[in-house]
């Protein structure tokens, strides 16, 4: 059973689209993030949720907007996509107490045209 | 503000070799420090973890880490490397007071050559 999961997996898009990308956990963890990773692997953190609730919220762009259903599902929209959003973006859980490991996805590739 | 330094942002070895990847990091409190494995195309998976206790970790395929306070640093390390160990090693630090939020360093890239 896949853990976090990330769909789609690649995402070509043409500059001014909106568009979501979707993450799910089956862990029962408390916390989810977003990361973005540039072209030079540079992995930075833009969201954290806890049960729901916004806990970080990096210096992202408001066109960048997590959204928190239920404990187990974050989802990242963003509207007028521009050309720097192209990134890899990695969607991660983590308990809230005990290992304090994070669990990444497979990310989603994000190339705008 | 607590900060991540990975010294090395490429490091080739041959097949066998040891290797060992420097990270460094900067925090008036005290952290928790993990050691990342990204395989090419995939995301990161934990390769070890220093929460307490002694500061010589073991994890899996054969790395090993060794926390040092008062050089704040957190090196890796392994004996014999195979080629299936190229990937990207990222060094984090998570702050003992913040449960969620978790400094990443940028990254060392590893290629073992055979």
């Known amino acids: 059973d896949t853990a976090v999961s990330q769909t789609p997996k690649y995402l070509v898009t043409q500059m001014g689209n909106d568009k979501s990308i979707k993450c799910e956990q089956n862990l029962g963890h408390d916390t989810m993030y977003w990361y973005k990773q540039d072209s030079k692997k540079f992995l930075k953190i833009m969201f954290s949720?806890?049960?729901?609730?916004?806990?970080i919220n990096e210096t992202v762009p408001n066109r960048f907007s997590p959204k928190s259903p239920d404990k187990a599902h974050l989802n990242l929209h963003i509207n007028s996509l521009e050309l720097g959003d192209s990134a890899v973006y990695f969607c991660a859980s983590s308990p809230l107490r005990g290992s304090y490991e994070q669990f990444f996805g497979p990310g989603t590739r994000l190339t705008v045209l | 503000a607590q900060s991540v330094t990975q010294l090395d942002s490429q490091v080739p070895v041959f097949e066998e070799a040891p290797v060992e990847l420097r990270c460094n990091y900067s925090?008036?409190?005290?952290?928790?420090l993990f050691w990342y494995v990204q395989y090419p195309n995939q995301g990161l998976q934990l390769l070890l973890k220093?929460?307490?206790?002694?500061?010589l970790v073991k994890g899996i395929n054969g790395f090993e880490a060794e926390f040092n306070k008062s050089q704040t640093s957190f090196h890796l390390r392994k004996p014999s490397v195979h080629i299936s160990d190229t990937a990207e090693y990222f060094c984090?630090?998570?702050?003992?007071?913040?449960?969620?939020?978790?400094?990443f360093g940028p990254g060392t890239s590893l290629s073992v050559i055979p």
């Open positions: 949720y806890n049960n729901k609730e916004l806990i």
């Open positions: 925090s008036s409190v005290s952290v928790y």
């Open positions: 220093y929460l307490s206790g002694s500061t």
């Open positions: 984090a630090v998570r702050l003992e007071t913040s449960y969620d939020k978790v400094i």
